[in-house]
């Protein structure tokens, strides 16, 4: 059982074809402006009026896009700060997916451009994702060649971490560099380790490295992000979001150091006169079977509230994207990452796991096993999300499917649902792997070719 480490997404006849709005439309243009969470669509529309090159579908589009973010922003009642709205996208037919976390988000790290948001700015806990901070305030104040003895106090300290949460395994007495205890703490995010490093870099106080943290929060714009403690044990006042988890990883990804530790699936501490050997594996789960996966940080309660933090880098383009609070991590990171890369060829854990390519703790997740091809998820407007083609259904169609055999008959969607119209009716349809599907809106009868 893995240990708990915190305490507490034919045109030959006169013919016109349109993609149906999806909540979250994804422009060929990039819209971006400010507004304050309390004001009306109308204001908004007032507002980015300059946006012509946009064009006024497009502004529409964006403002249900925004208004849809402010409601569910607003309902938290969490957050204080001006939202910063993004909308880029890449010319495609796919739907944004729907994800089961309370928050996430989606970083072209390449561009600085937000490919998705999703109650960005909500205030949770972020759990061990907090050693992100602490590995990047300890490279830049400390020499990962320093020598860092286990005193008396800081052992001391290290017994009053909850005992089942994850540890290094760091004994009183020993010695260690700066750079294990970076890998001790990154790659089986020991609690114990961030505590020696806090304590020795903060001058044997971890207050004073904690303030380090929250200065360098202030200095990157994480303007929702506070630390109480260096690992992410629940603590009162100890918060991030989404938003800031994903720049956090943009920069502290980008130093080499933590990079190539984050990117480690397995290292090695052998024994020597100072301390005892540490054999460590990467818990970074998506580390292991995503396809260009390099790094990144989990947190995880044991509970349902699991937070990721992961960057992916596929044809010169590198992702970054973050879920917080989810019960279902592979499946919301990995839709948000196929979308994002435009590329959704089937690769699940479930598929991947083996016991020549094992993934760590996979028996907590039950080995995966309900990340299966025809699973699907919920979307906004009473329809499925099928994770296996990236496309969903609903309404007229989905109920003509459902009634005539569902995958059996159609098999999987390849398409979204387009209006056709004619002259004389417009009708609603959608390929499947099986043939295509035609409904009259105004009829409300459906067949397929």
């Given at each position: 059982?893995q240990?708990?480490?915190e305490?507490?997404?034919?045109?030959?006849?006169?013919?016109?074809?349109?993609?149906?709005?999806?909540?979250?439309?994804?422009s060929?243009q990039?819209?971006?402006?400010k507004?304050n969470r309390?004001q009306e669509?109308s204001v908004?529309?007032?507002?980015c009026?300059h946006?012509t090159?946009?064009?006024?579908?497009?502004v529409i589009r964006?403002?249900?896009?925004?208004?849809l973010?402010?409601?569910?922003?607003?309902?938290?009642?969490?957050?204080?700060?001006?939202?910063?709205?993004h909308?880029?996208?890449?010319?495609?037919?796919?739907?944004?997916p729907?994800?089961?976390?309370?928050?996430?988000?989606?970083?072209?790290?390449?561009?600085?451009?937000?490919?998705?948001?999703?109650n960005?700015?909500?205030?949770?806990?972020?759990l061990s994702t907090?050693?992100?901070?602490?590995?990047?305030v300890?490279?830049?104040i400390?020499?990962?060649n320093?020598?860092?003895?286990?005193?008396?106090?800081?052992?001391?300290?290290?017994?009053?971490?909850?005992?089942?949460?994850?540890?290094?395994?760091?004994?009183?007495?020993?010695?260690y560099?700066l750079?294990?205890?970076l890998?001790?703490?990154?790659l089986?995010?020991?609690?114990?380790?961030a505590?020696?490093?806090?304590?020795?870099?903060?001058?044997?106080?971890?207050?004073?490295?904690?303030?380090?943290?929250?200065?360098?929060?202030v200095?990157?714009?994480?303007?929702?992000?506070?630390?109480?403690?260096?690992h992410?044990?629940?603590?009162?006042?100890?918060?991030?979001?989404?938003?800031?988890?994903?720049?956090?990883?943009?920069?502290?990804?980008s130093?080499?150091?933590?990079?190539t530790?984050?990117?480690?699936k397995?290292?090695?501490?052998?024994?020597?006169?100072?301390?005892?050997?540490?054999?460590?594996?990467?818990v970074?789960?998506?580390?292991?079977?995503?396809?260009?996966?390099d790094?990144?940080?989990?947190?995880?309660?044991?509970?349902?509230?699991?937070?990721q933090v992961?960057?992916?880098?596929?044809?010169?383009?590198?992702?970054?994207?973050?879920?917080m609070?989810?019960?279902?991590?592979?499946?919301?990171?990995?839709?948000?990452?196929?979308?994002?890369?435009?590329?959704f060829?089937?690769?699940?854990?479930?598929?991947?796991?083996?016991?020549?390519?094992?993934?760590p703790?996979?028996?907590?997740?039950?080995?995966?096993?309900?990340?299966?091809k025809?699973?699907?998820i919920?979307?906004?407007d009473q329809?499925?999300?099928?994770?296996?083609?990236g496309?969903?259904?609903?309404?007229?169609?989905?109920?003509y499917?459902?009634?005539?055999g569902g995958?059996?008959t159609?098999?999987?969607?390849?398409?979204?649902?387009?209006?056709?119209t004619?002259?004389?009716v417009?009708m609603?349809y959608?390929?499947?792997e099986?043939?295509?599907v035609y409904?009259?809106p105004?009829t409300?009868?459906?067949?397929?070719?």
């Amino acid at each position: 059982m893995q240990p708990q480490e915190e305490s507490r997404e034919d045109s030959n006849t006169n013919l016109s074809e349109k993609s149906l709005p999806t909540p979250f439309h994804r422009s060929t243009q990039i819209c971006h402006w400010k507004y304050n969470r309390k004001q009306e669509p109308s204001v908004l529309m007032s507002s980015c009026q300059h946006l012509t090159t946009c064009g006024k579908l497009a502004v529409i589009r964006m403002l249900l896009a925004v208004w849809l973010l402010t409601l569910a922003v607003t309902a938290t009642a969490y957050g204080s700060s001006p939202l910063d709205v993004h909308a880029s996208s890449q010319s495609n037919d796919y739907p944004v997916p729907p994800v089961l976390a309370t928050s996430a988000y989606l970083l072209d790290a390449s561009t600085g451009a937000a490919l998705y948001m999703s109650n960005p700015f909500m205030h949770i806990p972020m759990l061990s994702t907090t050693k992100l901070m602490t590995a990047l305030v300890a490279v830049q104040i400390g020499d990962v060649n320093q020598s860092i003895l286990v005193n008396d106090a800081i052992a001391n300290e290290i017994s009053q971490i909850a005992p089942y949460s994850t540890m290094m395994g760091i004994k009183r007495g020993e010695t260690y560099t700066l750079k294990d205890l970076l890998y001790g703490m990154l790659l089986v995010s020991g609690n114990d380790a961030a505590v020696v490093i806090a304590n020795q870099l903060g001058g044997g106080s971890q207050q004073k490295f904690i303030d380090k943290m929250n200065q360098k929060a202030v200095q990157l714009g994480l303007h929702d992000t506070h630390y109480m403690n260096p690992h992410g044990l629940l603590a009162a006042g100890q918060f991030s979001c989404a938003h800031d988890l994903a720049m956090l990883a943009k920069y502290s990804l980008s130093v080499p150091l933590i990079h190539t530790i984050s990117s480690t699936k397995e290292y090695d501490i052998p024994k020597n006169n100072n301390h005892d050997e540490h054999k460590l594996a990467n818990v970074n789960q998506f580390l292991w079977w995503y396809p260009g996966a390099d790094g990144g940080k989990t947190g995880w309660d044991a509970a349902t509230n699991f937070v990721q933090v992961s960057s992916a880098v596929r044809d010169n383009r590198h992702l970054i994207g973050v879920v917080m609070h989810t019960v279902d991590w592979w499946t919301d990171m990995r839709d948000l990452m196929n979308w994002g890369f435009n590329t959704f060829d089937w690769v699940s854990p479930r598929n991947t796991y083996n016991a020549s390519n094992p993934i760590p703790f996979a028996a907590d997740w039950h080995y995966f096993n309900k990340d299966k091809k025809e699973r699907t998820i919920p979307t906004a407007d009473q329809g499925r999300y099928y994770i296996y083609t990236g496309y969903s259904i609903s309404g007229l169609i989905m109920d003509y499917f459902d009634k005539n055999g569902g995958l059996n008959t159609f098999g999987y969607p390849s398409s979204q649902a387009k209006v056709l119209t004619v002259p004389t009716v417009t009708m609603i349809y959608q390929q499947f792997e099986h043939g295509t599907v035609y409904c009259n809106p105004q009829t409300k009868q459906c067949s397929m070719v």
